[in-house]
């Protein structure tokens, strides 16, 4: 990729990034749109400005229920993954109880987490896994059976272990599908957190503002804490993405 190509990719949505921002002061101002219903972006970057401490308190507080959460659902289903792989009973008994935990509202889950592991980060981590479990067992289910069988007939024939296939083989060619249901994640455990921070926190995190300022009608202050959230996300999805870059190089769509 030429340096010219990179700088277009960046370019292209910094431009119309600035473009949509532009058009919605305009109209805003120019409608005379109540700042109650859409305040204007430049309202809400002085809210921004001077509520850098409070939003960073909020981030800190609701980012460690998102990571917590994310690494044990992530894991989690993982090593389910693994582990329906090595057996077909727990194929078929598996599979149907975590899409039954992925079909579970959220609405109903937090209230419940919240009871079980009190108003602090853990009950949002506990959410956060709940909604991470299924999309990473699904993607790591379906990645283990990436290889094809002409591959897995040549380690055969070469007498390696359950073991050593599924390192060499069988893990690198699922790493796609896993790196998927990582980025998936990311936003799925941004979007728990903050949801179960709406049925209980302590005085901090992004959910619990949103929800008081809503009650407050601080718009602005609410637009701040979707600003945060959104960069955050994005950062949190792009982090992720780069380490799926360095590690699967070799795979056709990150050589393209």
């Known amino acids: 990729m030429t ?4 700088a277009a990719r960046w370019l292209a949505p ?11 002061e305009a109209v805003v101002r120019g409608f005379g749109i109540s700042p109650v219903l859409l305040p204007p972006p430049s309202a809400i970057a002085v809210r921004f400005a001077g509520s ?21 659902g992530c894991g989690a289903g993982v090593l389910t993954a693994l582990a329906i792989d090595r057996s077909p009973f727990l194929k078929a008994g598996l599979l149907p109880v975590g899409n039954l935990a992925a079909a579970l ?18 009950s949002k981590a506990a959410v956060v896994a709940i909604m991470c479990f299924f999309p990473m067992l699904v993607n790591t289910v379906a990645g283990l059976s990436a290889s094809e069988a002409m591959q897995r007939d040549l380690m055969r024939t070469y007498a390696a272990s359950y073991g050593q296939t599924l390192l060499r083989l069988r893990l690198p060619a699922a790493a796609p599908f896993l790196f998927n249901g990582l980025k998936i994640c990311t936003t799925l455990a941004l979007i728990g957190a903050i949801v179960a921070e709406f049925f209980g926190t302590p005085i901090v ?4 503002r949103i929800s008081t300022e809503v009650g407050r009608m601080n718009v602005d202050m609410v637009w701040a804490e979707i600003t ?9 999805y792009g982090i992720v993405a780069a380490i799926e870059r360095a590690v699967t190089f070799w795979h056709p769509s990150q050589r393209g």
């Open 3 to 6: 340096r010219r190509t990179k």
């Open 52 to 72: 850098t401490p409070i939003l960073w308190a909020d981030f800190v507080q609701t980012f460690r229920g998102v990571i917590a959460g994310y690494v044990i």
């Open 228 to 236: 945060v959230a959104a960069l955050a996300g994005s950062a949190f």
């Open 205 to 208: 995190g992004m959910g619990f």
């Open 105 to 122: 509202p959220i609405v109903g889950i937090a209230p419940i987490m919240v009871m079980w592991f009190g108003f602090d980060w853990q």
């Open 14 to 24: 910094l431009i119309f990034g600035a473009t949509l921002l532009a058009l919605w």
